[in-house]
DNA sequence: TCTGGGGTCCTAGGACCC
DNA sequence: TCTGGGGTCCTAGGACCC
């Protein structure tokens, strides 16, 4: 197989354990043991090394069951900073190897290196050179996939693991594909691959010689057109690299559960100002603002609704999302139900300064905009913890 | 003490406008 | 008098991903 032969090769660079890897990188005590990294008492797993993983742990399982599964293993807080500075790093590794990057999250990305193969090799040689860089330079292991189209190569590294390459020739693709459980497909969650399965659909062959009129009958019209190109590795989604001027979010959102459940109506409401705030703030921070406020709540027994209200005008104004959210949740009548979760999530964005808000004759957002950029600025200087509305501040 | 928190995209129905 | 279709926006829910 000739360089030739590929279009466009695409690596799908993926870290192992990523968080577990980076949380014990530097602890040699920790090589032999398995280790979890996990939230609170609530929380499920984030990510487990190999060791743990032999117990049967897994991300997001809950951490109750974890614990239960794998009673010797080491629990560790996740520490979002560090992860995020090592994946920067990684990051910046790829962007050394080709400008063509897109991050598909802090530990995974694609890499098109059609511009790089004269430099440095085939596509096999550019993922283990990447494989030794970030080793030697970050201390941790990751594993590639090697192919045309992404789907492809994001299988492919799956395969991979821990610590390999798998590369998939263009010609080799359906035999790769077909034996495959359609559950592996991206996109293909549960409940689809439940759905599919009672079908007589098991493998990616069998959703490959579907027609595809069948397919959208049963997942929906985009859904199933989508799953017969996966199937036959002929999606040709092209990378959107996230390295420029990268388009703005579409939503920024905030929930938290609650350590216990809550029929509190006052613990809410002050719960809803927290998140409205922490949501507002970030809004300012990215210099966006949004018209639609989206109310999330879960109740004890894990169902969840949403409410939501779009205002005539975009926004940034903490007050006004959390007197939109609060308003959303008054609405519901909830007779002191008990609750595991709220949220606050404001879609819609828009760069700020696209935003011309109509004045209404005694309106006062203005004061509350003034005052919002003043704890920003206060923020900025003190820490988190240095202004904050009354209704948040604990009693002595 | 089963089930986090950050997102994206799709579907479907109703309102409303032309 | 009766019949109509398309496009867009809004809302709610659901599936999925890491």
């Given at each position: 197989?000739?360089?030739?032969s590929?279009?466009?090769?695409i ?21 032999d ?6 939230g609170?008492?609530?929380?499920v ?5 190999y ?59 694609f890499?098109?290196?059609?511009g ?8 096999a ?14 201390g ?20 991979a ?48 010689h ?9 997942v ?67 210099g ?13 027994d894990f ?55 109509q ?28 202004v ?9």
């Amino acid at each position: 197989m000739t360089d030739q032969s590929w279009r466009a090769p695409i690596l799908h660079v993926d870290m192992d354990a990523f968080y577990a890897s980076v949380a014990t990188r530097d602890r040699p005590e920790l090589a032999d043991v398995p280790v979890i990294v996990g939230g609170g008492s609530r929380g499920v797993v984030l990510s487990a090394n190999y060791l743990a993983r032999k117990s049967g742990v897994r991300s997001a399982l809950p951490m109750t069951r974890a614990r239960r599964l794998c009673p010797h293993a080491v629990v560790i807080p996740p520490d979002f900073e560090t992860f995020g500075q090592v994946s920067a790093s990684v990051m910046e590794c790829f962007r050394r190897v080709t400008p063509i990057v897109e991050a598909l999250s802090l530990d995974e990305a694609f890499l098109d290196v059609r511009g790089a193969t004269r430099r440095l090799g085939s596509p096999a040689e550019i993922a283990e050179q990447v494989r030794t860089t970030i080793h030697d330079e970050q201390g941790i292991t990751c594993s590639v996939g090697v192919a045309a189209t992404v789907s492809v190569a994001k299988l492919a590294s799956r395969r991979a693991k821990p610590d390999g390459v798998v590369v998939v020739p263009p010609a080799q693709v359906t035999a790769f594909l077909h034996p495959l459980d359609v559950g592996e497909l991206w996109g293909v969650g549960e409940k689809t691959r439940d759905m599919l399965h009672r079908l007589g659909l098991v493998t990616v062959g069998d959703v490959a010689h579907t027609p595809v009129q069948t397919l959208q009958r049963v997942v929906g019209h985009q859904l199933g057109g989508h799953l017969h190109d996966l199937a036959w590795g002929t999606d040709r989604r092209a990378l959107t690299p996230r390295a420029g001027p990268h388009e703005p979010d579409r939503s920024m959102g905030a929930d938290e559960t609650f350590a216990r459940d809550t029929d509190d109506p006052e613990v809410i409401r002050r719960e809803l100002l927290r998140l409205s705030s922490r949501v507002a703030t970030r809004m300012r921070t990215a210099g966006v603002a949004g018209r639609t406020v989206t109310l999330k709540v879960r109740f004890a027994d894990f169902t969840t609704l949403t409410r939501s209200r779009t205002l005539p005008e975009a926004t940034d104004v903490t007050v006004e999302i959390h007197h939109t959210a609060t308003s959303l949740f008054d609405a519901l009548g909830l007779q002191r139900a008990r609750l595991r979760l709220v949220g606050v999530r404001v879609e819609g964005l828009v760069p700020r300064e696209t935003v011309h808000r109509q004045l209404v004759l005694g309106e006062r957002d203005h004061g509350w905009a003034d005052a919002d950029r003043a704890v920003d600025r206060a923020t900025r200087r003190f820490g988190n913890a240095a202004v904050r509305p009354a209704s948040l501040l604990r009693p002595a």
